[in-house]
């Protein structure tokens, strides 16, 4: 089968189909991309596609659909059989976009007719009565659904069925008493639709094409399957790493859609009520005025040993308990800008966190501490680094930072400082406000003000200042935090081995083929791209690389170990004793199924005596192996936070 083809005339999407009822209107750029992948379905490519607008996937999903229904099936060797597509996706906002799209009926019926001569010509007799040429018969099929007067705008769902679901999908209904859905019953739906990622790891049924949206799924599957789509909004995600030399790579950032001409950039695209143009995508993902300051510390030789350690007991399937406390005393000395000991006092307060040294300790009393040497040796490292190393003390980043904030202050510019979590937020308030000699209360009156690292990436913080300082980035999603923001100039104060992890990373997406470039190199023969714009500011500050590390293992440790994506075995946390300051004395049961639950010693609970048909109440320690125990609520896993809420009266506000 030849995958040469012709291209319809025109764009498929505002030819054939309109959004509330009035025409789509691509900027011509956005036209270009379609017509460039005017082929994915028929030649099952996988891609990895970014392009900085969500809502251009919904467009780019119903184009590629519409080429295939209409053009591509003559080039199928099943050309018989209706397209089918599987979309992981926002399923309540892309079934609402799918409910305001409409096929303009006039230029969809000569398409019909197309189809059906086509049909012919192949000796298929596309029989009126059966629905499995439906296709080929829209316009007998509304012509008796309309009495004759069919309309211009036909809702896309009697066209193209919509099933939605999560492992099961269940049929959109297609109009009154469904009659244009028993003429259309016996091909599968055009479009199945999701939000579950997970699906890709057992799904059964088939499908022409799988078009991911990761603008809105937050997990990542590594799809072994032919014929995926990937589609990000944003260069700067980590999940690139995983699929960057595996499939054909697409990456239109806004460095290199502001190399387009003028004309280009402000033309506009409009799908009803939303409106924009390119360079309204590149004011808002605008990154600009960066400074890369490199922080000099005494254990850079210390992290990089103990990453390497980290990642060769990873490999040895190490107690993954083990393993995970060690990578977060590790990633709190890259990542904290105070002292370990601030960090503890303020920590120990707050129950969702738990101080360094607590972290140390449980290290050191690990059953597993003298069963490997490299393990003694991680420990070895993590202690010089706090104690030898002064890191428990002082931090070398602090300094620079107080000293940047003040001179930002002195010439009075809004400062904005970007925290992980509460606990440093607070820590770095303290200290300058002890600097400016003023409260925590009054930081804000002097231009001073604190940003959520979470609610940025989630958009739910918005940033006006004329500095941003940011005190550490390790990952692509770090750097994102600088397309959220709106600022001035941005200062990043980074130790070398954050520099060689944004380095490595953004070196290997640099060096990718972006097929993306071959529409932008018509306009400027050499464009820049971000991972380009990123790499020069860090390569100038990287000093000279005298610590031993092995290549390629960058990558390795810092998406399975920095990032802790080492999986939690509950059962080595379960069979182990906690003897943190906050610890509950209580016994732990287990249940066949492998649920379990806790309990004290006052603990009674019902447990079921066959022999004399009724309930007894046992305390914790009358209990044994083989009780059948009853419980009330009839699930022994619900957390008790989950019990909380359930029985709590929903009108009652203290709780």
């Given amino acids: ?40 379905i028929l030649n099952k490519a996988n891609i990895v596609f970014c392009y900085p607008k969500q809502c251009f996937f919904w467009i780019l999903v119903l184009h590629t659909v519409l080429q295939d ?14 397209i089918s597509v599987l979309v992981i996706t926002d399923k309540n906002k892309f079934t609402k976009f799918l409910n305001n799209i409409s096929v303009l009926y006039r230029e969809f019926q000569y398409k019909i007719f197309e189809k059906h001569e086509f049909f012919r010509d192949k000796g298929i007799f596309c029989d009126l009565n059966d629905s499995y040429y439906a296709q080929c018969n829209w316009n007998h099929i509304l012509n008796v659904y309309y009495d004759g007067k069919i309309p211009e705008n036909i809702p896309i769902n009697f066209i193209l069925p919509v099933a939605v679901g999560y492992f099961n999908f269940k049929q959109m209904n297609r109009g009154e008493r469904n009659k244009i859905g028993r003429k259309d019953n016996k091909q599968k739906p055009v479009f199945y639709v999701t939000d579950n990622i997970n699906i890709l790891k057992s799904i059964d049924f088939e499908v022409d094409y799988i078009f991911i949206d990761y603008t809105y799924i937050r997990g990542f599957v590594n799809p072994a399957l032919k014929g995926v789509f990937c589609y990000f909004d944003t260069s700067l995600d980590d999940r690139f790493m995983y699929l960057y030399n595996k499939m054909k790579f697409l990456n239109f950032d806004t460095n290199l859609l502001s190399c387009l001409p003028n004309e280009t950039i402000t033309d506009k695209t409009i799908l009803g009520n939303n409106n924009y143009s390119i360079q309204n995508l590149i004011e808002n993902r605008n990154i600009k005025n960066l400074d890369v300051v490199y922080i000099e ?54 129950v969702t966190y738990e101080p360094i040294n607590e972290l140390l300790n449980e290290l050191r009393e690990s059953q597993n501490r003298y069963e490997d040497d490299d393990f003694e040796g991680l420990l070895a490292l993590l202690e010089d680094i706090f104690y030898k ?76 200042c004329d500095c941003l300082i940011m005190y550490s980035a390790i990952n692509l999603e770090d750097l994102r935090i600088l397309e959220m923001c709106n600022y001035k100039k941005a200062v990043l104060f980074l130790y ?81 004793m906690y003897k943190g300051k906050n610890a509950v004395k209580a ?29 007894e109440s046992k305390k914790l320690s009358e209990l044994s192996i083989g009780d059948e125990l009853l419980i009330i609520d009839d699930d022994a896993r619900q957390e008790l936070f989950e019990l909380f809420v359930n029985y709590t009266d929903k009108n009652e506000k203290n709780y």
């Fill in 389 to 464: 190393k002064d890191l428990d003390k002082r931090s070398p980043k602090l300094n620079k930072i107080e000293n940047q904030v003040i001179r930002e202050v002195d010439q009075d510019k809004k400062v904005g400082i970007v925290t992980s979590n509460k606990i440093i937020s607070l820590a770095l308030k303290e200290h300058i406000s002890l600097k400016l000699r003023c409260s925590i209360d009054d930081l804000e009156s002097k231009g001073i003000c604190f940003y959520s690292k979470k609610e940025l990436l989630k958009g739910s913080e918005n940033t006006d």
């Fill in 496 to 576: 070398k081995i954050e520099i060689e992890f944004l380095e490595n990373k953004l070196k290997k997406l640099e060096q990718t083929y972006n097929h993306a470039a071959e529409l932008i190199t018509q306009y400027v023969h050499s464009p820049v791209s971000i991972y380009r714009y990123f790499y020069n500011r860090m390569k100038r500050f990287v000093p000279k690389n005298d610590i031993d590390v092995e290549k390629g293992l960058l990558n390795n440790i810092i998406d399975e170990v920095i990032n802790l994506k080492i999986e939690r075995n509950t059962s080595i946390r379960k069979k182990r």
């Fill in 587 to 615: 016994k732990l049961i287990e249940f066949n199924d492998g649920s379990y639950m806790f309990a004290n010693a006052e603990f009674l609970i019902k447990v079921l005596n066959r022999n004399v048909r009724k309930c």
């Fill in 1 to 40: 089968m030849s995958i040469l083809q012709k291209s319809i005339s025109e764009n498929t999407v505002e030819k054939f189909l309109g959004f509330e009822d009035t025409k789509i209107r691509l900027n011509m750029f956005e036209q270009k991309i379609l017509t460039n992948l005017k082929d994915i």
């Fill in 297 to 350: 510390s005494e254990f850079e030789e210390e992290i990089a040993k103990g990453l390497d350690l980290l990642n060769k007991l990873s490999k040895k399937k190490f107690d993954p308990y083990d393993l995970k406390i060690a990578a977060t005393i590790l990633y709190n000395a890259i990542r904290t800008p105070v002292s370990a000991t601030e960090y503890d006092l303020i920590a120990e307060l707050q």
């Fill in 69 to 82: 229904y209409l053009q591509n099936y003559k080039y199928r060797d099943d050309f018989a059989k209706r």
